[in-house]
């Protein structure tokens, strides 16, 4: 009989097991790179910008000239040139000079600062500047966005548009990232059908909210679909899912015998580490390793199969491809009274109500409609003697 | 001249002269309906479940029958029958009599309730019952998840594994959803090269940078590339993207006078409608309609294309799909002061501190590193008199 792991347990013992299963890596372009995770820590090659340039259109200036200019007392400036966009001002302006230069130009050699063309008056080579500039006024320097050598993006980030726009602007149009983990779906028990269902039969959940999660998380699923609750069927799916993905999840079944089922064939065709984590929804939770690859045994009840994966799946994706931990991302206050949950760790799904309070979904075994009305979960710490209504607890995305 | 709005006037104004764009339907299969929305409401055809299940592995009992069970005092029922997992229970319960189920298995008729393994010793046909049930105790009833002719899920629904769990439980394999508008990207400025800058230049970072939040938000991309500076080149642009694409951005150019002629273009090609909306950064937005089809003209700036982008052009997106409405993700207090933004509506990217305390990052214009180390944005109401450090405030997500 395998122990009962608390979840922090749980999820060091699967870190500790597949810390070696990191992805290949592979170059994929800019434009497909949006959800990916970075491979390797992106290193600035350059300075961005790589020229001091100005915010403002107007007149680069050096910025002593204007000091004490004001509205009653201007002072005047030679027009040395013009910059237009894109040039290379490759000219040096002398004290007494100014050049006129739009948002985003580059300054002039000895030029240090730009004053905003309403501070100006022009005509017939001279300038009038209203207002002092301070030394590096208006100007973007040399290196202020990203500096060389500086590591720009981290090695496990997940590219989101934001990163999309810093590789873009270091030029990096071939972007490392780690290949898509491939991880197997299975889905078991007598009760479930492809659809049509009779009376006593259900249609195939998990294999839609699995693979939609799976895929959600950045990883390419490998749809084995529905089998019975049977050690034959089991192991076959088992085996075959071994041979074509780089990770398995077997869901099911509502029969009691299944899960010891699962037990025993991860533990005949590689080793089961345990059966059990100290957590609501999700106690029967199964972990093993077949040939290098892990294996997840997941509650049969989709809501209970979604927290598994959500909270301990993850944790071996994020894992082998160093992303980043997870954070609350909303906090509220509690709207209801939540007793003591007796020792096990406790997740439950919330939603807010018109008062902004956070409300706890009940939910009964087998129910996924209040998945889909959540607005997130919060999470009651093991042996908590309840929490009362006003609490401030952190909500965490499904 | 065009009217400086604030964002307001500026988004209603926009939906107004959008709200007949709503895109065609399409189905798709479950399987990629991950991230698209929902085009029609999907109304429940049956009871899910559509037969009384328990929740529990033990006998399915009449509660009546258990009332006034204890330890001391067990009841003994006459088992009657198994019924097994899948398998319509097509006997009815008579009182005194009781039948082994299974986790999701289904209630005889007469029965109302089921009674865990735990609470009973069973033999010879005979089961003692140790604890009484209540009527439907660990069962979940027909119906209970979601019941026949219930509007499920809202048209507009952004699909994510939840909702794929109540689709395929309804067994919608096919997927009413909005076809992906096309949104067609085009970067000016003549400072603006695709690769290897010379001084004075900088790379394309819009193109990548909207190009891939328009596909973060569901929609297709159309990606022209960069164009220079210059009427006629922004005019093949926007009428070749006009013909190919649902709506198109323009973000820069960087010279003041780009901004102009994007407004004269859109004017002379169909009718503009603002130019400006008080909001920082973002104020340089242009909003006008050419052939049926919404043109946007963004900043140069990456952050603050992406601010309009984010706050503007996403509620074109949203308003022509249904999606719903926005909602800040996260809340904290200020880390330190912010100075009054006098009349502007602003908004700030801000991260967290190691005390979870809320920080501007200072941006200056033209940085998009700043984006990337952003956790989310803030944002400061127009005529705000500063805001104190340990306010609280809501944090939109990116």
Do not use: W
């Not at 985003?104 to 050699?109: F, Q, T, V, W």
């Amino acid at each position: 009989m395998l122990n009962v792991l608390t979840r922090d347990e749980a999820v060091a013992l699967i870190k500790e097991k597949t810390a070696q299963f990191v992805p290949e890596t592979e170059k994929v372009n800019i434009s497909s790179a949006l959800g990916r995770t970075l491979a390797q820590d992106i290193v600035s090659k350059e300075n961005i910008p790589s020229f001091d340039r100005t915010t403002v259109d107007g007149y680069a200036v050096i910025a002593e000239d204007t000091f004490g200019a004001g509205n009653s007392a201007p002072v005047q400036l030679d027009i040395a040139g013009e910059i237009l966009m894109g040039e290379n001002a490759d000219f040096t302006l002398e004290r007494g000079q100014c050049a006129k230069i739009s948002t985003g130009g580059m300054l002039p050699k000895g030029a240090n600062a730009a004053v905003m063309v309403e501070h100006t008056d022009s005509g017939e080579g001279l300038c009038l500047i209203y207002k002092s500039a301070a030394p590096y006024e208006n100007v973007t320097k040399t290196g202020d966005d990203i500096s060389q050598n500086e590591t720009a993006l981290k090695k496990g980030t997940v590219i989101t548009p934001a990163q999309i726009g810093v590789l873009s602007a270091l030029g990096v149009y071939e972007v490392p990232v780690y290949k898509k983990p491939v991880i197997a779906v299975i889905s078991t028990g007598d009760e479930i059908v492809k659809d049509n269902p009779e009376k006593g039969q259900i249609r195939d959940i998990n294999t839609y909210l699995l693979s939609s999660a799976v895929k959600n998380y950045g990883c390419e699923v490998y749809e084995y679909g529905a089998v019975r609750d049977s050690r034959e069927e089991i192991e076959n799916a088992v085996k075959s899912c071994i041979k074509k993905a780089d990770a398995v999840l077997i869901s099911g079944g509502s029969s009691a015998g299944t899960r010891d089922m699962t037990v025993d064939i991860t533990d005949t065709l590689g080793k089961a580490y345990f059966h059990g984590i100290a957590m609501k929804p999700g106690k029967p939770t199964i972990f093993g390793i077949v040939e290098n690859k892990p294996v997840f045994g997941l509650p049969g009840h989709p809501l209970a199969a979604y927290f598994v994966f959500r909270l301990i799946v993850t944790e071996y994706i994020k894992n082998i491809m160093n992303m980043h931990a997870d954070k609350p991302e909303k906090s509220g206050s509690l709207a209801v009274n939540i007793p003591s949950n007796h020792g096990r760790e406790e997740f439950l799904c919330v939603k807010f109500n018109e008062n902004n309070e956070v409300v706890p979904l009940h939910t009964k075994s087998g129910i996924v409609s209040v998945l889909s009305e959540a607005e997130g979960f919060i999470r009651i710490p093991r042996n908590a003697e309840g929490m009362f209504k006003g609490t401030a607890v952190e909500i965490y995305e499904l």
